[in-house]
């Protein structure tokens, strides 16, 4: 038997909608017995002569001072040596503990997060596991566009939409109506508070979407795109990421529920390229088949995680501070959102409708039937010097990047425009 057919063995018995839901290059996937697993065997060996960086001989890494100097308060062993594949153990613990901390404390059984480059790269290893041309991946309307280039890059998967927001409130019907078409392989993309919309859901919408969810045929991907996970600044929001709830409830024999988040936005870390990617309800044998898989992915694409990025990460972590900070800067995006959604509602009766938005960093505006959205962001910014995103039916403000004095200033040229 090929480690490829012992893996997929294992899934079949233990983990029977991930083995059903796995892509023909998913189920190919096997981590190779190469220099990475060799030279994990090898570590703590007498002598190691396994793997080519250059250390002192001893384990200990041999950086230029020309680079060092700046960050020799990091961690040298996470920050100039190559990272395990799947990101450095104290690092992944580190993640979901506190992942299990702001979520407050759920039982619920979850894997160690891999460490992927990026949240970018964690849905793209989720494309490459899962996603081919016999799949239907489910999306709001509207949407971040670069799920559509993630999932059908290497696949011609089928794309299906659901109405977002219907009468100022979520669409969980039309979510429910498309989930209940599909008859064959599905993946979900839940992304709340999200990119465009700004939206979290309450905790009765959550449950509409569990039970709409609890009615597919399978098997079922579900990904939590949990990008902007924190950033709420309303009381009437459900209080914790949706993977948790979908993971407690949802069927493993049936779904697979993912989640996908990082230092991105969670730790305002635009620039590390730091992502994790967890997963449910799988333990033992069929989590270290999954594991294999998806360090299969990683290491052909990406080879391993960035380390002085993820030395930054651990040490914030680390740190008592981190939590606070966090909260002093949410504080001062939700003043942001407070001054914008007061100054939104001039808007009333024009041609720009604000959407429903309490999180994340973006405000949605529908744009009325008969006006195009990409000529609205144009005037806005040749005549007004402002700019927008246009979408196709409407156009986004990310009130992230602006100063809470020119809040009202974008307010009154967005008047101007929607008379």
Same mark, same amino acid.
């Given at each position: 038997?090929?480690?490829?057919?012992?893996?997929?063995?294992?899934?079949?018995?233990?983990?029977?909608?991930?083995?059903?839901? #796995?892509?023909? $290059?998913?189920?190919?996937?096997?981590?190779?017995?190469?220099?990475?697993?060799?030279?994990?065997?090898?570590?703590?060996?007498?002598?190691?002569?396994?793997?080519?960086?250059?250390?002192?001989?001893?384990?200990?890494?041999?950086?230029?001072?020309?680079?060092?100097?700046?960050?020799?308060?990091?961690?040298?062993?996470?920050?100039?040596?190559?990272?395990?594949?799947?990101?450095?153990?104290?690092?992944?613990?580190?993640?979901?503990?506190?992942? %299990?901390?702001?979520?407050?404390?759920?039982?619920? %059984?979850?894997?160690?997060?891999?460490?992927?480059?990026? $949240?970018?790269?964690?849905?793209?290893?989720?494309?490459?596991?899962?996603?081919?041309?016999?799949?239907?991946?489910?999306?709001?309307?509207?949407?971040?566009?670069?799920?559509?280039?993630?999932?059908?890059?290497?696949?011609?998967?089928?794309?299906?939409s659901w109405s977002f927001f219907r009468d100022g409130r979520l669409d969980v019907g039309s979510f429910s109506d498309e989930v209940a078409k599909v008859r064959g392989?599905?993946?979900?993309?839940?992304?709340?508070?999200?990119?465009?919309?700004?939206?979290?859901?309450?905790?009765?919408?959550?449950?509409?979407?569990?039970?709409?969810?609890?009615?597919?045929?399978?098997?079922?991907?579900?990904?939590?795109?949990?990008?902007?996970?924190?950033?709420?600044?309303?009381?009437?929001?459900?209080?914790?990421?949706?993977?948790?709830?979908?993971?407690? %409830?949802?069927?493993?024999?049936?779904?697979?529920?993912?989640?996908?988040?990082?230092?991105?936005?969670?730790?305002?870390?635009?620039?590390?390229?730091?992502?994790?990617?967890?997963?449910?309800?799988?333990?033992?044998?069929?989590?270290?088949?999954?594991?294999?898989?998806?360090?299969?992915?990683?290491?052909?694409?990406?080879?391993?995680?960035?380390?002085?990025?993820?030395?930054?990460?651990?040490?914030?972590?680390?740190?008592?501070?981190?939590?606070?900070?966090?909260?002093? %800067?949410?504080?001062?995006?939700?003043?942001?959102?407070?001054?914008?959604?007061?100054?939104?509602?001039?808007?009333?009766?024009?041609? $720009?409708?604000?959407?429903?938005?309490?999180?994340?960093?973006?405000? #949605?505006?529908?744009?009325?039937?008969?006006?195009?959205?990409?000529?609205?962001? #144009?005037?806005?910014?040749?005549?007004?010097?402002?700019?927008?995103?246009?979408?196709?039916?409407?156009?986004?403000?990310?009130y992230c990047s602006l100063h809470a004095d020119d809040i009202p200033l974008l307010v009154d040229r967005l008047v101007q425009v929607a008379e």
């Amino acid at each position: 038997m090929t480690e490829t057919d012992r893996l997929d063995a294992i899934l079949a018995r233990d983990a029977p909608a991930v083995a059903r839901a #796995l892509s023909p $290059l998913g189920r190919r996937a096997a981590f190779p017995r190469g220099i990475p697993w060799q030279s994990d065997q090898a570590r703590g060996a007498r002598i190691n002569a396994t793997i080519g960086q250059l250390t002192d001989g001893r384990g200990n890494p041999m950086p230029l001072d020309a680079l060092s100097t700046g960050v020799a308060d990091l961690d040298p062993q996470m920050t100039w040596l190559y990272a395990p594949v799947e990101g450095p153990r104290a690092l992944r613990q580190t993640w979901i503990d506190r992942q %299990r901390r702001v979520a407050g404390g759920p039982a619920t %059984r979850v894997s160690l997060p891999v460490v992927t480059h990026g $949240l970018t790269h964690s849905l793209s290893v989720l494309a490459s596991l899962f996603c081919d041309d016999d799949t239907t991946v489910l999306l709001p309307d509207p949407v971040w566009e670069n799920y559509h280039l993630l999932f059908g890059l290497n696949a011609a998967p089928r794309f299906a939409s659901w109405s977002f927001f219907r009468d100022g409130r979520l669409d969980v019907g039309s979510f429910s109506d498309e989930v209940a078409k599909v008859r064959g392989k599905l993946i979900v993309i839940l992304n709340f508070p999200g990119n465009p919309s700004g939206y979290m859901p309450t905790s009765a919408e959550v449950d509409e979407l569990v039970a709409a969810l609890q009615r597919a045929h399978g098997p079922v991907v579900v990904v939590c795109d949990d990008a902007y996970q924190g950033w709420v600044y309303a009381d009437d929001v459900h209080p914790r990421s949706l993977f948790w709830d979908l993971a407690e %409830r949802l069927d493993p024999e049936k779904f697979t529920v993912w989640k996908v988040d990082g230092a991105t936005k969670e730790l305002l870390f635009f620039s590390s390229r730091v992502g994790f990617l967890t997963h449910a309800n799988t333990s033992g044998d069929a989590e270290d088949a999954l594991l294999s898989k998806t360090k299969t992915i990683i290491r052909g694409t990406v080879g391993s995680p960035s380390g002085p990025a993820m030395a930054l990460i651990q040490r914030g972590l680390s740190n008592g501070e981190v939590e606070r900070q966090f909260s002093l %800067r949410r504080q001062e995006l939700g003043r942001r959102w407070s001054a914008l959604a007061i100054g939104l509602e001039r808007l009333s009766g024009s041609i $720009l409708t604000p959407f429903p938005f309490n999180g994340a960093f973006f405000a #949605l505006l529908a744009v009325a039937d008969g006006h195009d959205p990409e000529r609205i962001r #144009l005037r806005l910014l040749h005549d007004h010097s402002v700019g927008v995103v246009a979408f196709p039916k409407a156009i986004r403000l990310a009130y992230c990047s602006l100063h809470a004095d020119d809040i009202p200033l974008l307010v009154d040229r967005l008047v101007q425009v929607a008379e």
